[in-house]
Every structure is written in C-alpha cells, then in structure tokens.
C-alpha cells in the first residue's frame, strides 16, 4: 500500500458545484495532514492545514479528517475555473512530509 | 522580498556545464528542502536540511550537490547534468521538519 494515495483524476466538476477530493493514508500515527493547490508550471502552494478529527473550514475550502479510516478530504464549495490545478494531499509521518501523487481537477464553465 | 525566493527562475545548461541554483527563505524557518519534478510527474524529494544539516539524501545522483550554509539558504550546484535532469526545481522551507513546507516559485532546468 503506498503511504499517501490519491485518485489521479482528472476530476471534472460543473461550475459553481461542490469539488470533492479525497486522500488516504497508511501509517495510523500521521498526527498532521495538509492539502496543496499546483497550477500548470507552477510551484505547490499551502491552501489548508488539519490536525484533529473533524471539519475545518477557510472560505470556500473544508478539510475533513477521519483517523479512524485514515483518509483526510478537502472540498471546494462554489467551484470556480479558477480552481482547476493539481491538489496534492501531505502527511507528516515520523516528522516527515510525504506527498500523494495529487488529483487533477478541471472544473468545467 | 518575502517567503522562499529562488534564483534563476529558468537555466539552459550543456551537459559539461557547472551551475548552481539558489534558495533563500525570509521565514525564520529551521528546515529547507529541494525536490524534482519533471513533467506531469509527482514531487520527488531529493534532499533534506534541518539546522543546517543534511538530514536526508534520496539516492541522489553525485552530479547533483546540495549545501547549506546558513538555515536562510540552500544551494544545488549541479555538474555534467544529463538531458533527463531537465525539470522544475522546487525549493521549500518549514519550521522544523515534520511541519507545513512553503515552496519557492522553482528553477525550470532544461540540460541541452
């Protein structure tokens, strides 16, 4: 089992809907998890950190994290064009980061 | 400047060429790292520094040598490069090693 696994996509989602992107993970003592935004050529950026279980919220970002099923997903409310990148899943196990191969999304105008 | 700066933003190099790639992180962050991504490929970690010392070393080939003399910066100097060396060079810093990375806008490295 690879330690952090992601659906490679493309996921494609209508304009103005509800992006779901989900992310497991092996290792059952990973304490943080976060999720990154890629454009095309560009450099990963940090969009959300989560360390507990539950939901966190930031804008039209959530995070959700189950430890017991070991997954960690994030979903983007309102999808706009502007959303259509990589999105990498990271968990930090025994202090290092270790990143799923991330899922495309094209959100579709 | 702010955050993770990286110079050259681009760099065409022969194969017989010597060339460095440079980092600087303006965060107060304890950790920098340099990864690889080639083409439509997923992140590869090449090396780690903590506290300005080389906690990791991802079976990097020898043409590829980093250095850290300070915990602001971080160098890849680069020596006989072959044409599948040819990627985006990202270079990133934490607070310590385990916590959120912030990534430097990458060297896009083509070998002729």
């Known amino acids: 089992q690879k330690e952090v696994e992601q659906n490679s996509g493309p996921l494609s989602v209508p304009e103005g809907a509800i992006a779901s992107l989900n992310c497991t993970y092996s290792?059952?003592?990973?304490?943080?998890f976060f999720w990154y935004r890629q454009y095309s050529g560009k450099s990963p950026e940090l969009i959300m950190s989560?360390?507990?279980?539950g939901d966190k919220e930031d804008g039209r970002f959530t995070a959700q994290l189950n430890k017991a099923s070991q997954y960690v997903s994030l979903l983007i409310r309102d999808s706009q064009p502007s959303d259509s990148a990589t999105y990498l899943c990271?968990?930090?196990?025994?202090?290092?980061?270790?990143f799923g191969k991330g899922t495309r999304l094209h959100i579709l105008p | 400047e702010t955050g993770v700066t990286q110079t050259p933003r681009h760099l065409v190099m022969g194969m017989t060429n010597k060339k460095s790639l440079k980092c600087e992180q303006h965060l107060g962050h304890n950790a920098m790292y340099w990864y690889k991504q080639s083409a439509k490929k997923p992140l590869e970690l090449m090396f780690v520094y903590s506290l300005e010392e080389r906690v990791e070393n991802n079976s990097v080939p020898s043409r590829f040598s980093p250095e850290c003399p300070n915990s602001s910066h971080l160098f890849l100097h680069l020596h006989t490069l072959q044409p599948e060396d040819s990627a985006l060079y990202l270079c990133?810093?934490?607070?310590?090693?385990?916590?959120?990375?912030?990534f430097g806008p990458g060297t896009r490295l083509t070998v002729t």
């Open positions: 989560i360390y507990s279980n």
């Open positions: 290792d059952r003592g990973s304490q943080s």
């Open positions: 990271a968990v930090n196990r025994d202090d290092k980061i270790i």
């Open positions: 990133a810093s934490s607070q310590a090693l385990g916590y959120e990375q912030y």
